[in-house]
């Protein structure tokens, strides 16, 4: 291990848009109460929904007034509509951010396939004449980090990190080692993915979401695949000694994070539990923790057949005999998979968890799979007594990130 | 950081419509071939510009031994050829490397675009159903380096950073600070992107392609020419680089980041964010500006990318800016967009170890506003220790990436 | 058509792309100088009010355009023969 000093990083805020709730208060507190988001999309052509689809209650304009939003397009808006709540959340104005760069690093698994989509399809059908110029600036990947940065004048490093369903904790982990290093002083971190046509279609047609009509519950013996939302959310991650300084409110400390790769790409399921046990073991190393020090997990389960065996597995191999004493929660049980915001959410929840003394349960996990290794599933709300938490998220590819929290002073 | 142990170049592979290979693209840049002609992969006929740099002789099956060739989308073709062609210019067997600590982090703008341009002509034609399971598992982005990962059997961090056409400087950092951090011990890094109709319709649509040919800094340049390509750079300690007895290229010394914050397509009118990012580059790096002796230019063609970057050349620069030369290789290569950056890095690398530079073929007529050494046709004899590469993207990304040659 | 008809349309395209309540831009609003509006957004309005009025400009006619009078002029010249 490298033997540069590492500052420490603080987490002073949060924003959060949601199923489930536009602040992180209300995102936990509809976790703890096993809420469901409210998901609908009309426009499925022929496909059926099942739990999947768009935050109906969303509006732009309820969080961004007074502007134009045109040059947004639905990603955009989620990213800026959060970026707004976690600079506010953080104490970071206007006026501080022309005086103090601030950064952004955005996890995303799609970008905007609709922008894309639609941008391409518009030109087929009416000629590439007739191409919108403001949709073709949103076809970039990395077009709502740019969109965001230009809203909020944020000119620190702006970079956009895609490891598909486990982006936003990369992206959190990413933003975290520039602060650790002395890069970055103020960077807000996260993910998002918007729910449309395009991605959920591939879903659909890839055989990954459940057949059955309830609600995905990760873990179960009779899960079958898992429901697609949508969701953003940011942290405003803070070197320490700067954060003291201006007299910030820290909430929590990222203590540090660790991946690895299934290069087996899923064929080798054995290979892919060790992966995530990999991740896992790197992470705690990175923070220079160990697991007597971690008082819960937030899994990535989703209710995917096998992604959630292969994390169990991997969770069970790791604790030696400490499995009654962790408590696991998935709140993918509620908020559906949510990709590249799935942990930056996972991180916002950790934070009010390890607050609050209680972690949500698993919904809907009256018994879990008898072929998963005996884990201590959260199946009621949990009161925890402790200071931190491990979150873990597993991509669909073979990307496998972990992240430690604590309430450490 | 440039404190921490040193982190070298001992590999570099690409795949370019002018060359695949390090020999060969490097002689193709020497002699100013380009790689421009009438695009193949696609009708341009309702288009009023017909032009591209498209890859013409690459086969695929050359380079994918583990995955299925033609299963994979070109991005990742591409992206493979270049990891293998690195490796091997490393001496490196994939069987010598503990691949748990070997990762791959790529970069691009568009990702897997045939993979959304045949949904759409599905969708366009009412044939959902003909929609594959390969839509999810090959089109998104991360993808790409997941597939070289997949090849070659590395399983440490694998991360795609689509920063657009900054994306091989964001990759070749990021891939930088995990060695220097200890968590890899080798990286992949580069960039892939792969002729794309929505990217061509795009560029079309603003008035960003030339009609004939690509002449950055030119008087009567006309704009960009979009391409494709990939490379990979294999970086690793200068420690384990020594120890192994490899041919070392030249340190990744420093980076610079920056966002304009300004606009989503066009940089900032006084080059604000851009000379942030070379100011910072330089900084990190421990150095001055007149100790750069090349400057790989983002040099698109544009008239305004090649107007605002020689003004933060010169706002960076001063008075050195006209004593340093810079060219651009998007004269021979067009824009190849996510791989573009990573392609001119691994020129800083042959630059320093060659000490020669290409030159900024097209040339014809100064622009009053573009004054600086470009390095005008004719590829030049130059002692190159310490090399910038400069890459500007949508979004207002600007990336600043410093090589310098390794003292023994 | 009326050119008045036209303005009318053109402004309406302004206010789809921008925001900008049609009734305050004036006939001879200039684009960057009046409206404030960036490189993008006055490209976009053109292939709008390319759209509305089914035509095409050429590049260097839409690189040409500076104000509304501008647009109306464009529409004029290639869609009133379309049109009328």
Redesign the interface.
Known sequence: MSNISKKRVAITGMGVISSLGDSSASLHSALCRGLTGAYEFDELNGFEGRGSGRITAFQAEAYLKGRNLRPLDRTGQLVVATAKLALADSGWTAERLAEHTAGLVLGTMFGSVHTIAKFDRHALEQGPACASPMDFANTVINAAAGQTAIWHNLRGINSTIASGSASGLAALGYAADLIRSGDQTAVLAGGADEFCFESFCGFERGGMLQTSEAFPVPFHEARTGFAVGEAAGLLMLEEWESAMARGARILAEVRGHGSAFDASAGEDRAQAARSIARAMTLALSDAGLSWHEVDCISASANGSVHADRDEAVAIGSLLNGRGPDLAVTAIKSMTGEILGAAGALQAIDMVESLRSGMLPAIRGLEQNDPCLPELNFCRQPRRIDGSCGLINSVGLDGNAGSLLISMSN | MSAGPKIVVTGIGMVTSIGTGREAFWNALLAGRCGFGPVRSFDTSRFGVHLGAEIHDFRPEDYVRKLDARAIGRSSQLAIAAARLALTDAGLNAEDIDTERAGVCAGTTSGEPHFIERFDDHYVQGELKKVGREFITRYPCHVVPCHVAMELGFSGETMMIPTACAAGNYAIAHAADLLRSGKASIMLAGGADSFSRITYTGFARLGAIAPDVCRPFDRNRKGMVPGEGAAMLLLELKENAMARGARIYCEVAGYGLSCDAHHMTAAHPQGEGAARAILRALEQSGLAPEDVDYISAHGTGTATNDRLETIAVKKTFGRQAYKVPISSIKSMLGHTMGAASAIEATVCAMAITEGRIPPTVNWNEQDPECDLDYVPNVARNHQVDIAMNNAYAFGGNNSSLIFVASAA | MDVDVIRTKVKECIQ?????DAATISDSAAYVEDLDL????I??IS?SV??SFKF?A??EE??SVRNVEDTVALVMRRACVEVA
């Open positions: 789809k792309v921008t925001g900008i960036d490189s993008l957004s490209l976009e292939v390319e759209e095409h050429t590049d839409l690189s």
